[in-house]
T-cell receptor
Framework: DAKTTQPTSMDCAEGRAANLPCNHS???????VYWYRQIHSQGPQYIIH???NNETNEMASLIITEDRKSSTLILPHATLRDTAVYYC???????????FGTGTLLAVQP | DAMVIQNPRYQVTQFGKPVTLSCSQT?????MYWYQQKSSQAPKLLFH???????NEADTPDNFQSRRPNTSFCFLDIRSPGLGDAAMYLC???????????FGDGTRLSIL
């Protein structure tokens, strides 16, 4: 299972794009990169996942580097409701378990 | 449209008094998970069921057990809660182990 590294916290102005980086240099070839977020007092919420190609859905975009050692989650127009802890994780490989790292606390400022 | 429902949201029990937390799902997912999340920490997997097959994490204390009587329900039993077991307990489900997980909003357990 890959170990992920994320900045502890980040700020973003409301309406601007939030770019959240993640390093996962030990990820194996069959492990997916997953992103979840957790708003205070709620359970984690699935955002997006990918293996090799960049992905986009209604919530966010995921950019994975060609060597797959890092990725960036992009929230194109952050709102105050996007303030949360964002977890970059991996899933797949030998154990197929989500191993949450420490996460990034994103604070969207008005 | 709640899909993974955890009751109650807040549970208080006494030191050493058994407690059961419940989780139900309307998604008909095969896999159900229990996580423990302590204050300011990330969720930590305790165990999961793939259908009726139970999979325990190696470092999950023996004090914690689980039951899954049918597809929709899963229970977490803590036989003799200690002060260190105070945490948020999260239930999640997925279609397959490699698919996105859907989480409930958790039960916050306090130990007096």
């Amino acid at each position: 299972d890959a170990k992920t590294t994320q900045p502890t916290s980040m700020d973003c102005a409301e309406g601007r794009a939030a770019n959240l980086p993640c390093n996962h240099s030990t990820i194996s070839g069959n492990e997916y990169v997953y992103w979840y977020r957790q708003i205070h007092s709620q359970g984690p919420q699935y955002i997006i996942h990918g293996l090799k190609n960049n992905e986009t859905n209604e919530m966010a975009s995921l950019i994975i580097t060609e060597d797959r050692k890092s990725s960036t989650l992009i929230l194109p127009h952050a709102t105050l409701r996007d303030t949360a802890v964002y977890y970059c994780t991996s899933l797949g490989g030998a154990t197929n378990k989500l191993i949450f790292g420490t996460g990034t606390l994103l604070a969207v400022q008005p | 449209d709640a899909m993974v429902i955890q009751n109650p949201r807040y549970q208080v029990t006494q030191f050493g008094k058994p407690v059961t937390l419940s989780c139900s799902q309307t998604l008909n997912h095969n896999v159900m998970y229990w996580y423990q999340q302590k204050s300011s920490q990330a969720p930590k997997l305790l165990f999961h069921y793939y259908d009726k097959d139970f999979n325990n994490e190696a470092d999950t204390p023996d004090n914690f057990q689980s039951r899954r009587p049918n597809t929709s329900f899963c229970f977490l039993d803590i036989r003799s809660p200690g002060l260190g077991d105070a945490a948020m307990y999260l239930c999640a489900t997925s279609t397959r182990a490699q698919d996105p997980q859907h989480f409930g909003d958790g039960t916050r357990l306090s130990i007096l």
